[in-house]
């Protein structure tokens, strides 16, 4: 299986990245995102690009992938709208459309987040987005696409938040958290169980094309 990462240095990204690198069953990986994994591996090849609206001039290297795991965003605490959107609609929309028209027997899997507004119609702002991103990727004509909601995510093996909003309570909280997951399990995963979820939706499929926390920990 050869596979895109968008977003491989956030937290979910490095925890699908870690899980592609350690399957046998995946023989190339393409990190697309603004700045390189810094990871090394005879099957990674990073794709830096300050430009994540526009892929013309590079269709001929996105070809041939049979899955892509879009774990790319941003948080939107202080963001307006526009901006907000502009990150988390366009720049999926833009990925999501290319790879459908360049590899339609490819699945894609899109990682949202847990209380996302499917409606699109809601008071939050990003659940708004995020429920019209999600709908839209799903109408895309690709072999299969899943949208992970994950809530509250334990990194694993090494694995940090660049994101300081969620680093330094993760940080804080690490004593504790595997008793959280064993009390709530409905609520809480890992990294390591979002990346080899991903893995095998993209490999067998899954019963749903919406995944909760629960669903990706049964997966």
């Avoid at 790879?99 to 702002?125: C, H, W």
């Avoid at 990346?195 to 749903?208: D, E, Q, S, Y």
Wanted: aromatic share 8%.
């Amino acid at each position: 299986m050869n596979v895109i990462i968008f977003g491989a240095t956030g937290m979910v990204g490095q925890g699908i990245l870690r899980e592609c690198l350690l399957d046998p069953n995946v023989r190339s990986v393409l990190c697309i995102g603004r700045n390189p994994t810094g990871t090394q591996h005879a099957k990674l090849r990073d794709l830096v690009r300050p430009n994540l609206l526009d892929y013309s001039d590079i269709e001929s290297q996105l070809t041939g992938f049979d899955a892509c795991f879009f774990t790319l965003g941003v948080s939107s605490v202080g963001m307006a709208e526009d901006a907000y959107r502009r990150i988390t609609y366009d720049v999926t929309l833009a990925a999501a459309r290319t790879l459908a028209r360049l590899n339609p027997k490819m699945t894609f899997i899109y990682v949202s987040g847990a209380g996302t507004d499917s409606t699109e119609q809601g008071r939050v702002m990003w659940a708004r987005v995020k429920g019209k991103t999600e709908n839209d990727v799903l109408k895309l004509p690709f072999k299969a696409a899943y949208i992970f909601r994950p809530a509250a995510i334990i990194p694993l093996h090494g694995i940090q938040s660049r994101t300081a909003l969620y680093r330094i309570p993760l940080t804080l909280l690490a004593p504790i958290l595997p008793g959280l997951k064993g009390r709530f399990p409905k609520y809480v995963t890992t990294t390591e169980q979002i990346g080899r979820a991903m893995l095998r939706a993209a490999r067998t499929g899954a019963p749903k094309r919406v995944l909760e926390s629960v669903d990706i920990n049964q997966l």
